[in-house]
Protein backbone atom coordinates (compact mmCIF):
# COMPACT_ATOMS: atom_id res chain seq x y z
CA UNK A 1 0.00 0.00 0.00
CA UNK A 2 1.02 3.30 -0.84
CA UNK A 3 0.26 6.30 1.58
CA UNK A 4 0.87 10.03 1.08
CA UNK A 5 1.06 11.91 3.72
CA UNK A 6 2.19 15.87 4.22
CA UNK A 7 5.32 16.95 7.30
CA UNK A 8 3.07 20.22 7.66
CA UNK A 9 0.11 18.76 8.67
CA UNK A 10 0.05 14.29 8.58
CA UNK A 11 -3.51 13.14 8.65
CA UNK A 12 -4.63 11.62 11.55
CA UNK A 13 -7.17 8.53 9.66
CA UNK A 14 -3.93 7.86 7.60
CA UNK A 15 -1.44 7.87 10.68
CA UNK A 16 -3.77 5.74 12.57
CA UNK A 17 -3.74 3.49 9.41
CA UNK A 18 -0.12 3.28 9.86
CA UNK A 19 0.14 2.65 13.49
CA UNK A 20 -2.10 -0.07 12.94
CA UNK A 21 0.19 -1.99 10.74
CA UNK A 22 3.40 -1.32 13.02
CA UNK A 23 1.55 -2.61 15.96
CA UNK A 24 0.64 -5.62 14.10
CA UNK A 25 4.14 -6.53 13.85
CA UNK A 26 3.91 -4.90 9.91
CA UNK A 27 6.93 -3.18 7.91
CA UNK A 28 6.59 0.19 6.90
CA UNK A 29 8.87 2.54 4.80
CA UNK A 30 8.64 6.25 5.64
CA UNK A 31 10.36 9.59 4.87
CA UNK A 32 12.74 10.72 7.64
CA UNK A 33 15.21 14.09 7.14
CA UNK A 34 17.85 12.38 5.60
CA UNK A 35 17.35 8.98 3.52
CA UNK A 36 13.72 7.11 3.36
CA UNK A 37 13.81 4.39 5.97
CA UNK A 38 12.73 0.90 6.54
CA UNK A 39 11.16 0.24 9.87
CA UNK A 40 8.94 -1.76 12.41
CA UNK A 41 7.61 -1.13 16.11
CA UNK A 42 11.12 -1.35 18.09
CA UNK A 43 9.44 -3.63 21.14
CA UNK A 44 8.04 -6.33 18.65
CA UNK A 45 10.93 -9.07 18.22
CA UNK A 46 9.18 -10.73 15.10
CA UNK A 47 9.17 -7.46 12.93
CA UNK A 48 12.89 -6.39 14.17
CA UNK A 49 13.81 -9.81 13.00
CA UNK A 50 12.49 -9.81 9.81
CA UNK A 51 13.81 -5.98 9.00
CA UNK A 52 16.94 -7.77 10.11
CA UNK A 53 16.40 -10.41 7.87
CA UNK A 54 15.14 -8.86 4.74
CA UNK A 55 18.38 -6.11 5.06
CA UNK A 56 21.02 -9.04 5.67
CA UNK A 57 22.01 -7.83 9.26
CA UNK A 58 23.30 -9.57 11.40
CA UNK A 59 21.71 -7.77 15.21
CA UNK A 60 24.62 -9.44 17.13
CA UNK A 61 27.28 -7.30 14.82
CA UNK A 62 25.25 -4.31 13.75
CA UNK A 63 24.04 -1.08 15.95
CA UNK A 64 20.51 -1.24 15.53
CA UNK A 65 19.10 1.96 15.69
CA UNK A 66 15.74 3.78 16.96
CA UNK A 67 13.46 6.38 16.41
CA UNK A 68 11.85 8.12 19.34
CA UNK A 69 9.63 10.76 19.76
CA UNK A 70 11.32 13.44 21.74
CA UNK A 71 14.30 12.72 24.26
CA UNK A 72 11.42 12.82 27.27
CA UNK A 73 11.59 9.02 27.33
CA UNK A 74 14.59 7.99 26.20
CA UNK A 75 16.20 7.00 29.12
CA UNK A 76 13.85 3.97 29.55
CA UNK A 77 15.64 2.53 26.35
CA UNK A 78 19.45 4.32 26.56
CA UNK A 79 21.28 5.10 29.67
CA UNK A 80 21.75 9.08 29.41
CA UNK A 81 24.21 10.81 31.55
CA UNK A 82 23.41 14.38 31.67
CA UNK A 83 26.33 16.02 29.44
CA UNK A 84 25.25 13.41 26.64
CA UNK A 85 21.39 15.01 27.40
CA UNK A 86 22.40 18.32 27.26
CA UNK A 87 24.47 17.26 23.49
CA UNK A 88 21.10 15.91 22.32
CA UNK A 89 19.09 18.54 23.30
CA UNK A 90 21.01 20.86 21.51
CA UNK A 91 21.00 18.86 18.62
CA UNK A 92 17.94 17.09 17.88
CA UNK A 93 15.07 16.90 16.59
CA UNK A 94 18.10 16.76 13.49
CA UNK A 95 20.34 14.49 11.37
CA UNK A 96 22.01 12.50 13.77
CA UNK A 97 22.44 8.88 15.41
CA UNK A 98 23.34 8.91 18.93
CA UNK A 99 24.77 5.59 19.88
CA UNK A 100 24.40 4.90 23.58
CA UNK A 101 24.59 1.95 26.45
CA UNK A 102 20.89 0.20 26.64
CA UNK A 103 19.06 -0.38 29.12
CA UNK A 104 16.86 -3.73 29.92
CA UNK A 105 13.30 -2.22 28.95
CA UNK A 106 14.92 -3.14 24.94
CA UNK A 107 14.55 -6.62 23.58
CA UNK A 108 17.02 -9.18 23.78
CA UNK A 109 17.97 -9.15 20.27
CA UNK A 110 19.11 -5.48 20.85
CA UNK A 111 21.17 -6.43 23.66
CA UNK A 112 24.01 -8.45 21.75
CA UNK A 113 25.60 -5.25 20.97
CA UNK A 114 25.19 -3.67 24.61
CA UNK A 115 24.51 -0.04 22.52
CA UNK A 116 21.60 1.36 20.51
CA UNK A 117 21.68 4.37 18.16
CA UNK A 118 19.01 6.70 19.29
CA UNK A 119 17.20 9.19 16.09
CA UNK A 120 14.75 11.76 16.57
CA UNK A 121 14.20 13.04 13.06
CA UNK A 122 13.41 16.71 11.91
CA UNK A 123 10.10 15.38 10.19
CA UNK A 124 6.44 15.35 11.61
CA UNK A 125 5.48 12.37 9.57
CA UNK A 126 7.63 9.68 11.17
CA UNK A 127 7.79 11.24 14.75
CA UNK A 128 3.93 11.61 14.52
CA UNK A 129 3.23 7.89 13.78
CA UNK A 130 5.93 7.26 16.92
CA UNK A 131 3.85 9.56 19.14
CA UNK A 132 0.55 7.72 18.39
CA UNK A 133 2.00 4.27 18.27
CA UNK A 134 3.58 5.03 21.44
CA UNK A 135 6.76 3.02 21.16
CA UNK A 136 10.16 3.68 19.47
CA UNK A 137 10.43 2.52 15.64
CA UNK A 138 13.42 0.51 14.38
CA UNK A 139 15.07 1.91 11.53
CA UNK A 140 16.98 1.51 9.02
CA UNK A 141 18.09 3.27 5.81
CA UNK A 142 16.46 2.26 2.37
CA UNK A 143 20.05 1.52 0.42
CA UNK A 144 22.19 -0.72 -0.98
CA UNK A 145 24.83 -0.89 1.26
CA UNK A 146 26.11 2.23 1.54
CA UNK A 147 25.19 3.77 -1.73
CA UNK A 148 22.18 6.02 -1.73
CA UNK A 149 21.21 5.53 -5.21
CA UNK A 150 18.55 7.49 -7.54
CA UNK A 151 15.24 5.21 -6.63
CA UNK A 152 16.10 5.91 -3.26
CA UNK A 153 15.02 9.45 -3.36
CA UNK A 154 11.68 8.81 -5.00
CA UNK A 155 9.03 7.10 -3.34
CA UNK A 156 7.08 5.62 -5.97
CA UNK A 157 10.21 3.97 -7.06
CA UNK A 158 10.93 2.47 -3.45
CA UNK A 159 7.04 1.04 -3.57
CA UNK A 160 8.12 -0.43 -6.76
CA UNK A 161 10.54 -2.14 -5.65
CA UNK A 162 9.70 -2.83 -1.79
CA UNK A 163 5.78 -3.57 -2.66
CA UNK A 164 6.17 -7.27 -1.85
CA UNK A 165 8.09 -6.94 1.13
CA UNK A 166 6.38 -4.27 3.28
CA UNK A 167 3.12 -3.39 4.18
CA UNK A 168 3.15 0.23 3.56
CA UNK A 169 5.18 2.67 1.69
CA UNK A 170 4.84 6.63 2.75
CA UNK A 171 5.33 9.08 0.42
CA UNK A 172 6.20 11.97 2.15
CA UNK A 173 7.68 13.69 -1.09
CA UNK A 174 11.34 13.18 -2.23
CA UNK A 175 13.92 12.11 0.00
CA UNK A 176 17.27 13.08 0.94
CA UNK A 177 20.91 11.29 -0.37
CA UNK A 178 22.82 12.28 2.67
CA UNK A 179 22.84 9.91 5.55
CA UNK A 180 22.33 10.84 9.47
CA UNK A 181 26.03 12.07 11.42
CA UNK A 182 26.38 8.58 13.78
CA UNK A 183 27.64 10.70 17.62
CA UNK A 184 29.12 7.79 19.87
CA UNK A 185 28.26 8.75 23.49
CA UNK A 186 29.85 5.56 24.91
CA UNK A 187 32.36 7.29 25.74
CA UNK A 188 33.74 10.16 28.06
CA UNK A 189 33.67 12.46 25.24
CA UNK A 190 31.43 12.05 22.25
CA UNK A 191 33.25 10.94 18.51
CA UNK A 192 31.77 11.19 15.25
CA UNK A 193 32.00 7.96 13.86
CA UNK A 194 30.45 9.11 10.78
CA UNK A 195 29.79 12.77 9.46
CA UNK A 196 26.42 13.04 7.49
CA UNK A 197 24.04 15.98 7.03
CA UNK A 198 23.96 17.18 10.49
CA UNK A 199 26.27 19.48 11.89
CA UNK A 200 27.05 18.70 15.38
CA UNK A 201 26.95 21.97 17.96
CA UNK A 202 28.61 20.93 21.08
Known amino acids: MLVKLYEENPN ?10 LQNGGLVIYPTDTVYAIGCDALNVRAVEAICKMKNINPAKSNLSIICYDLSNISEYAKVDNATFKLMKKNLPGAFTFILPTTSSLPKIYKNKKTVGIRIPDNNIIREIVRVLGNPVLTTSVKDDDEVIEYTTDPELIYEKYESQVDIVIDGGYGGIEASTIVDCTDSEPEI ?4 KGELIL
Do not use: C, N, T
Open 12 to 21: PKEVDKVVEV
Open 193 to 196: VRQG
